[in-house]
């Protein structure tokens, strides 16, 4: 009888990893600050551990500042952002609920096929790619569909624009809906006033303006759609308290069934998954750097280097993408001049200077850059490597730009900020 090589028999020596180092200033993912690696090779702990409760609680407590919000359910989903977006969805609709998404880029397109993956009736409304919507618009929309579910993108990536969203939440709440938003990109980097703006349920991730690794996703849930996603509550067999606590109309997923996740993270911490410990001890510590320093002070830093960076694109003589009023402080799109090879280009920044920016998705692939400036690259000298790296490229591509006047337009950017005007 012949036997089976496998490869590591016939491949026998892999190299460790041993990744380059780079500026990661694409809108995601985000260089990790130091002390979140340093936090994740900490002791493992068992998942019944007093410590790991410990944790779990302290991580709560600071989510909740974050976010700005009292909201009991206030935890993470296990995955990446978009994880924490299913759990909401998957949660939230049964199948045939109306649910209204507003789709103006990539996300708002994903909102849009989660929403019908949960089948979902779903109604959707458009702008074009690099505008935001009215509240009227949206209010209209409601009053016609009566959702039960209003789902919106904050920052939509794709688009650099961020979604103002001061009083829709009362607007869905006056006609019966609870309101969604995807702050992945925008949280941290942007205001976001959960319980003020009257938003039922925010989900984010780490690997944007948290300054973490991917793989671990915030969450809040008001009151109001925790009691939307109970009625529909089903513990699973082995570890329910009595058949009473098992029903038929279940979440349809086990993974994502937001109540089960909320007795795992409260006080009766009925096993669901196994936390990701060292996830979490990342989320531990990249929360604690944004209380640290005060989470309005985490944003005007990133505003303030959002407009250093746009300084800079201006100031070699490049345009900036869409409308700067309704810009995310942290993602900045540049329109790539006609005859540019986007990608011949960024990969130039990457192999000579280890700098990643990003082209963007649909109508805008290869006609924007978006440049990302979050979490702990929000600052002075990435800004500045990166503008001083593009120029350069852009230059011995042959482009009309003017390098050393982007970076004295963003230097002034700083010194006016440094003597207070
Ligand atoms: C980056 C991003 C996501 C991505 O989700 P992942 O699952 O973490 O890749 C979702 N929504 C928005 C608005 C984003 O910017």
Not at 32 to 47: C, E, F, I, W
Not at 380 to 390: G, I, M, R, W, Y
């Amino acid at each position: 009888m012949a036997t089976t090589a496998y490869p590591m028999q016939t491949t026998p020596r892999i190299d460790p990893l041993d990744p380059p180092h780079r500026l990661l200033m694409a809108p995601g993912p985000t260089n990790v600050d130091p002390r979140v690696l340093a936090a994740m090779s900490k002791p493992t702990v068992g998942q019944f551990d007093p410590y790991m409760f410990k944790a779990m609680d302290e991580v709560q407590t600071m989510l909740r500042s974050i976010f700005k919000t009292n909201n009991t359910q206030t935890m993470v989903v296990d995955g990446t952002s978009r994880s924490a977006i299913e759990a909401a969805f998957v949660s939230t609709i049964a199948p045939g609920d109306p649910v209204l998404v507003c789709c103006a880029g990539r996300f708002g397109m994903l909102l849009k096929e989660i929403a019908e993956r949960c089948d979902a009736e779903v109604h959707v409304i458009e702008r074009p790619w690099g505008e935001v919507f009215p509240l009227e618009q949206i209010e209209q929309a409601i009053i016609e569909v009566k959702p039960k579910l209003v789902a919106t993108v904050q920052g939509d990536t794709s688009t650099t624009m961020c979604q103002p969203l001061e009083g829709l939440g009362d607007i869905c709440h006056k006609y019966g809906a609870l309101l969604y938003t995807d702050a992945t990109a925008s949280m941290v980097g942007n205001d976001l006033r959960v319980d003020e703006w009257g938003i039922d349920i925010a989900t984010t991730g780490m690997q944007k303006c948290f300054g973490g690794p991917s793989g671990m996703a915030p969450i809040t849930v008001s009151d109001r759609a925790v009691d939307v996603m109970e009625q529909r509550k089903s513990i699973e067999a082995g570890v329910a308290d009595g058949a009473q606590e098992i029903t038929t109309n279940r979440i349809r997923s086990n993974y994502f069934d937001l109540p089960q996740i909320f007795d795992y993270w409260g006080p009766r911490h009925l096993n669901h998954h196994t936390e990701a410990t060292h996830m979490l001890y990342a989320m531990h510590e990249a929360a604690r750097i944004i209380v640290e320093e005060g989470i309005d002070n985490v944003i005007a830093r990133h505003r303030l280097n959002g407009m250093a960076m746009s300084a800079a694109i201006e100031g070699m003589g490049l345009k900036l993408y869409g409308d700067q009023s309704h810009r995310m402080n942290d993602v900045i799109g540049v329109v790539i001049p006609n005859g540019v090879d986007d990608a011949a280009i960024r990969a130039q920044l990457l192999n000579d200077f280890s700098v990643e920016i990003a082209s963007s998705f649909g109508p805008l692939k290869g006609t924007i850059w978006r440049i990302g400036v979050m979490g702990c690259n929000a600052r002075k000298d990435a800004v500045l490597t990166c503008a001083a790296a593009l120029g350069n490229v852009l230059e011995r591509n042959g482009v009309a730009v003017t390098p050393g006047k982007g970076i004295e337009a963003a230097l002034a950017v700083y010194e006016a900020f440094e003597s207070g005007n």
